[in-house]
């Protein structure tokens, strides 16, 4: 599967985005996927994840109750809504696809990704 990013910008602290991830060549229904980030000179870190039906989500503690994961796997979707931005939460924001049976925050579970959309919190 292709996954591709789109959604990324400049916004001042306090602002919001959605980020989008849209999948080609397979259906997207059939993958746990995954919102992941890397600042730099920092590792990738995980953002949140949700299984394949949508009722199953989990979420880093630095952007739980801020961020929202949520999919459409009619539209072949997956979008992770971003509220009430930081200047930490600078980084390139990467979507990722997982054959994980479950939800899952191990970033070593995620065989396919996509290239990345900056995301730049201005303060």
């Known amino acids: 599967v292709q996954l591709a990013e789109s959604g990324g910008g400049l916004v001042q602290a306090g602002d919001s985005l959605r980020l989008s991830c849209t999948g080609s060549?397979?259906?997207?229904?059939?993958?746990?996927m995954g919102w992941f980030r890397q600042a730099p000179g920092k590792e990738r870190e995980f953002v949140a994840t949700?299984?394949?039906?949508?009722?199953?989500?989990l979420y880093a503690e630095s952007v739980k109750g801020r961020f929202t994961i949520s999919r459409n796997n009619a539209q072949n979707m997956v979008y992770l809504q971003m509220n009430s931005l930081k200047p930490e939460d600078t980084a390139v924001y990467y979507c990722?696809?997982?054959?994980?049976?479950?939800?899952?925050?191990?970033?070593?579970?995620?065989?396919?990704w996509g290239q990345g959309t900056q995301v730049t919190v201005a303060s």
């Open positions: 990722a696809a997982s054959d994980s049976e479950w939800a899952s925050a191990t970033i070593g579970t995620y065989g396919y």
């Open positions: 060549g397979r259906a997207l229904s059939i993958f746990v």
């Open positions: 949700i299984d394949r039906s949508g009722y199953d989500t």
